[in-house]
């Protein structure tokens, strides 16, 4: 079932033009291009029972971790398919399991899709949440260099000082 499986993952993969590469049988690394977060990574691996979904979201806060935490179960009440979950060091991923038996092309779109909104539309928010701080910094050792700060205009209502 396992190779059937994969075929309809690599089937859906290729319809939808994705870039992919298949480092050992049954396992698929998708790059999905994003608007916030330039690229998400995310695996469909094919298990005896189930497909596991993983892609990394972001490391672990510096801050503010009781607002991070309540922002991605809050957020957790409302998905599809994945939800965010941590590693042991903290790290925040979206992870989720489909049976095998429901793998079909469309499911395969609409799992990535929403690997892809959840990643790329949550990502300035949690970044703001934990990571307030050092975006700040970045941001006044940008300026004070004259270095560009046209990745980081998505914080600029609160780490550009003269706003």
């Not at 990574?41 to 672990?60: K, N």
């Not at 006044?140 to 706003?163: I, V």
Request: charge should be negative; hydrophobic fraction near 40%.
């Amino acid at each position: 079932m396992s190779e059937v499986i994969s075929e309809v993952i690599e089937a859906a993969l290729k319809s939808a033009d994705a870039s992919y590469e298949q480092p050992r049988p049954g396992a698929f690394l998708v790059r999905l291009p994003g608007q916030h977060k330039l690229a998400t990574m995310a695996w469909l691996i094919v298990g005896d029972h189930a497909l596991h979904v993983e892609a990394f979201f972001c490391r672990q806060p510096d801050e503010n971790h009781a607002e991070f935490y309540r922002w991605l179960l809050t957020k957790n009440g409302s998905m599809y398919g994945v939800h965010f979950a941590l590693d042991p060091t903290g790290d925040v991923y979206l992870v989720g399991r489909v049976p095998l038996d429901a793998v079909t092309n469309e499911e395969i779109d609409r799992l990535l899709g929403c690997v892809l909104t959840y990643s790329d539309e949550g990502f300035d928010r949690a970044l703001e949440l934990g990571f307030a701080s050092s975006i700040r910094r970045e941001w006044e050792w940008r300026a004070k260099r004259g270095e560009s700060l046209a990745n980081l205009q998505a914080f600029a209502r609160f780490a550009d000082p003269e706003r």
